[in-house]
């Protein structure tokens, strides 16, 4: 079972900083494309940052140049373990939104492609 846990959000002042985390579990992780999306109050949902299973990266032009999105297995001693994290810098209040985490097995998830596996969500709140 894949499962997806987000943590690190909170409040931060506008010009901040925040690193997100998201715990993959039940996932092999060479073989997994990961993934932030968010989504505000009265808005669709929007990717953020995505790496998929082949290390191609992409960024939604909102965020390029402030985010940055990694992943590592060093708590995982079978590959079935997998972190990704989402540094957040210069926020802006725009940026507030609850963000998710999600996973999708292969590569070929871009930033329009639909994930099936979803995390709870943790809340991001700038203000200025």
């Known amino acids: 079972e894949v499962q997806l846990v987000e943590s690190g959000g909170g409040s931060v002042q506008a010009g901040g900083s925040l690193r997100l985390s998201c715990a993959a579990s039940?996932?092999?992780?060479?073989?997994?494309?990961l993934g932030w999306f968010r989504q505000a109050p009265e808005k669709e949902r929007e990717a953020v940052a995505i790496?998929?299973?082949?290390?191609?990266?992409?960024?939604?032009?909102?965020?390029k140049g402030r985010f940055t999105i990694s992943k590592d297995d060093a708590n995982s001693r079978d590959n079935t373990k997998a972190t990704v994290y989402l540094q957040m810098n210069s926020l802006k209040s725009e940026d507030s939104a609850m963000y998710y985490c999600?996973?999708?097995?292969?590569?070929?998830?871009?930033?329009?492609?639909?994930?099936?596996?979803w995390g709870q969500g943790t809340r991001v709140t700038i203000s200025s």
């Open positions: 999600a996973g999708a097995l292969g590569a070929g998830y871009g930033l329009d492609t639909p994930f099936p596996y």
């Open positions: 790496i998929e299973s082949d290390g191609t990266i992409s960024y939604a032009d909102s965020v």
């Open positions: 039940g996932i092999t992780y060479s073989s997994y494309s």
